[in-house]
Structures are given as structure tokens and as C-alpha cells.
């Protein structure tokens, strides 16, 4: 079987535990002995991002944002057990929230349908596609306790000292407050990378708001989101997609009456909130792939949305073979190899990825898969390890 050339490049982040146990065997067993593909490899490990200093992560990040394509392992965000266990010298943040600063995108959460795993949500049979407003609202929020009379306003004040005052609340009693902003290039972002997304999917996009209530601040993004529409209406209407906003309320009740096809751009909270309701609907964290794409939809970057899998990994050290599920991380190589099928016109790349993607959801169609799959379908479904899981696919790519 001759290589398939990809000639450019890919940003490949290595990761932590068993994630990275997946993402080695993934890089040298299904994707390396069949292109003859070059990554630039930054390791992002919590030891090797505690070397440099976290600088590691930054430099990945920017070399994706000059590759446009890189892909993710799941990484270590250290707390305070992590910081001993690895004897950090810091807390180092996450390094999802770190590259995002940098490429400034939109998370899409995207679950992978399999027919033969019973979804707890039945007739969601293909995806909701979820993109999250990452900035803002109740995350930069700043709150007030009240323990005695008196009134609560919000105010702004301009470079020149003016002054804009409203009266939120005249307390009688105790109680709380809150305050949250968002600003509108971040909005209009997010408005781009989703229509831009759409588009290339070929999926009709949802806004959910309440602007009813919020008239100015939910009433903003929807006016930002219609007015970033004028620009993609035809290319829409090209491809018979829609795009409509709905009130929040509207759009939980659509997501259960509907069976998905669609992708739903939703506020910081309930972007936060939705992709856990949805993900749990479809099933399996190990079936759920996320991808992180700026607003002019050029740069990608995939990963999988679980994280490093910390309790197969203790097996796994144990010298135990595991049964964890690696068609996520799959998932993670090809979304990433076809966005460079897609930049580079290259038919090769994007009908190999194709079909690797295919053979997983084949071979556990025909009833070899792992654990955490087979639970969900009952106790009479066997699994299977993943070293047994790997070598069927690699067969399958072979023959
Ligand atoms: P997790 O790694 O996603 O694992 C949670 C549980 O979900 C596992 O214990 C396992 O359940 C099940 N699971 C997840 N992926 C699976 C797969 N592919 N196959 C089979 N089962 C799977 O979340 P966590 O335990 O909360 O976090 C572990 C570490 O990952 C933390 O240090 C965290 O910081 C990091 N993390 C990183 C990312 C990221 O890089 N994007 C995201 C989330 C978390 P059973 O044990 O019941 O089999
Ligand atoms: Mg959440």
C-alpha cells in the first residue's frame, strides 16, 4: 500500500496519561504507516509543560494559528493533588483556555453516532452540534452580598468621568447581586465562526437567547448574529440551510421533539450547561469529539472531548490492558487530516479519513467494541481491549 502524500504540515499536540497512550498508539499504527505526513509535535505533558514553564503551550498555539490545522491530546489541568503528585512548581492553567486565548475561536462539540449503541435521548440519531459562547457573562462576573438596607445600582463611567447610573434593586432586606458584561467583537466572533461552520458542515444553525427579558444584552447578540447572517445568506440559501434565532426556552423543547442534524449557538452559561445535557443524551463521553475553529473558519484545531482517563491509566501502569474507548481520539487525527484534505484539494487525504472514521463506526456495529459501549447496550454485549480494538481497525484499513 503506497503512502498518500500530504504535503503540508500538521500541529500535533501530545498529552497525559491515557489519553496519550491512545494518541501514541493512534499516531503509529493507523495514521503514520499510511501518510507520509510531517507534524510539528509539541509536548504538552504536565511534566513538560512544567519544564518550560507552560511556554510550550503558548508556542503550540501559535504555531497552529501559522499551520492552520493541529490537533490534541487530553491534557492534565492540574489542582492541588496534581501539583504534588507531579511535584509542579505551579498551578499552570488549562491549556484548552491558554490556546483559545490564542486562536480565539468557538468550541464545537460534536457527538459520533453509532446505530448499534442505544442513545439514552432514542431518536436523536444524528448530531445536536453544540458552540459555546466561551467569553464572558456569569464567567467574568463580579458579585455583591447585601446584609443591610439600602439600594444596589450599576454604573458606567466614560474615559471623560460621565456617568451613566440604573437602580437594579432598593433592598429592604438582605440578599445578593450581580453584574456581567460581554463585548460585541467577541460576539460578532463567534457569530462568524458559527455561520462559517454551518456552512461547511452543510447543518442549519440555532441561536438561543432571552431576549425577551434581556432587551438590550440578549437582544444584542441576536441583532450581531442577524446582521453577521446578511453576509452568508445566499451561500446559505445556496445550500437550502436556515438560520433562526429562538427563545432558550423554545430551543430545549426543539432539541427534545427534534433528532438533532442541526448546530446550536448558544450563551456562555448555557453552552456550559446544554453541551453536558446533550453529551449524556447521546451516551458516551468516549464517542464525543470537539474541535476549536476560529471565526473566518481557517484554523482548526480537534481533539477529543474527554479528558486524560485517569483510572484506566492507573490500570494501565499496573501493567493491566485496558478496555478504553479510542474512536474519539480517532475522531480527533481525522477531523483535523480533512480540514488539510480540505485546504490542500487533497482526495486522497480526505477519503482515507473518511473511511478510518467509517471502520469505527463499522467494526463496533458489528459488535466489537470496548467496555464502556458495551455496557450501554446490556450485560449479554461482550468487549473487547483496546489492543484488540486497534488491530481490527488496522486490518480493516489494510484489506
Ligand atoms: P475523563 O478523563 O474524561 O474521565 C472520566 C471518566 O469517564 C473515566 O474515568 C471513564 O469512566 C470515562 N471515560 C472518559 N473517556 C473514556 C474513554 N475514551 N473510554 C472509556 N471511558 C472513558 O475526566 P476526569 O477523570 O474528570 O479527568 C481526568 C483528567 O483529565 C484531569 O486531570 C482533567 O484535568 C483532565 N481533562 C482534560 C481535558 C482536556 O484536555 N480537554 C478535558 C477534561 C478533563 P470509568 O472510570 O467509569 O471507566
Ligand atoms: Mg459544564
Not at 8 to 37: C, F, H, S, T
Not at 71 to 79: Q, R
Not at 290 to 301: A, C, E, F
Request: aromatic share 10%; proline share 3%; hydrophobic share 35%.
Amino acid at each position: 500500500m503506497p503512502k498518500i502524500v500530504v504535503k503540508n504540515k500538521i500541529v500535533n499536540l501530545n498529552g497525559d496519561e491515557m489519553a496519550r497512550v491512545l494518541w501514541n498508539k493512534i499516531q503509529n499504527e493507523l495514521i503514520l504507516p499510511y501518510l507520509d505526513l510531517k507534524l510539528i509535535n509539541f509536548d504538552l505533558s504536565i511534566t513538560n509543560r512544567d519544564l518550560t514553564n507552560d511556554q510550550i503551550t503558548s508556542d503550540a498555539a501559535l504555531e497552529i494559528k501559522k499551520i492552520n490545522v493541529g490537533l490534541k491530546c487530553a491534557t492534565i489541568t492540574p489542582d492541588d493533588k496534581r501539583v504534588k503528585e507531579y511535584n509542579l512548581t505551579k498551578k499552570y492553567p488549562s491549556p484548552n483556555g491558554t490556546i483559545r486565548n490564542i486562536l480565539k475561536g468557538t468550541i464545537f462539540r460534536e457527538p459520533i453516532i453509532i446505530n448499534k449503541i442505544p442513545k439514552i435521548v432514542d431518536h436523536w440519531n444524528k448530531p445536536v452540534i453544540i458552540a459555546r459562547h466561551a467569553f464572558g457573562d456569569i464567567y467574568k462576573s463580579q458579585e455583591i452580598c447585601v446584609n443591610k438596607k439600602g439600594k444596589l445600582t450599576i454604573c458606567f463611567e466614560d474615559e471623560k468621568g460621565n456617568k451613566e447610573e440604573k437602580l437594579v434593586h432598593n433592598f429592604e432586606t438582605a440578599g445578593v447581586g450581580l453584574a456581567y458584561f460581554n463585548v460585541f467583537e467577541s460576539i460578532n466572533d463567534f457569530a462568524n465562526s458559527c455561520f462559517n461552520f454551518a456552512l461547511k458542515r452543510k447543518i442549519s444553525l440555532f441561536l438561543s437567547t432571552k431576549n425577551t427579558i434581556l432587551q438590550k444584552y440578549d437582544e444584542s447578540f441576536k441583532q450581531i448574529f442577524d446582521d453577521v447572517f446578511k453576509k452568508f445568506k445566499k451561500e446559505f440559501e445556496k445550500n437550502s440551510l436556515t438560520y433562526q434565532h429562538r427563545l432558550i426556552d423554545d430551543m430545549v423543547a426543539c432539541l427534545m421533539k427534534w433528532s438533532g442534524g442541526f448546530l446550536w449557538a448558544c450563551k456562555n452559561y448555557d453552552g456550559d450547561v446544554m453541551s453536558d445535557l446533550v453529551a449524556q443524551g447521546y451516551g458516551s463521553l468516549g464517542l464525543m469529539s470537539s474541535v476549536l475553529q476560529s471565526p473566518d473558519g481557517k484554523i482548526l484545531k480537534s481533539e477529543a472531548a474527554h479528558g486524560t482517563i485517569t483510572s484506566h491509566f492507573r490500570q494501565h501502569q499496573r501493567g493491566i490492558e485496558t478496555s478504553t474507548n479510542p474512536i474519539a481520539s480517532i475522531f480527533a487525527w481525522t477531523r483535523a487530516l480533512k480540514q488539510r484534505a480540505v485546504i490542500d484539494d487533497n482526495s486522497d487525504l480526505s477519503q482515507f479519513s473518511d473511511n478510518l472514521e467509517n471502520i469505527c463506526i463499522d467494526t463496533t456495529n458489528h459488535g466489537f467494541m470496548t467496555k464502556d459501549l458495551a455496557l450501554m447496550r446490556g450485560p449479554e454485549q461482550k468487549w473487547i481491549t483496546t489492543n484488540e480494538f486497534f488491530k481490527i481497525i488496522k486490518n480493516k484499513i489494510e484489506n
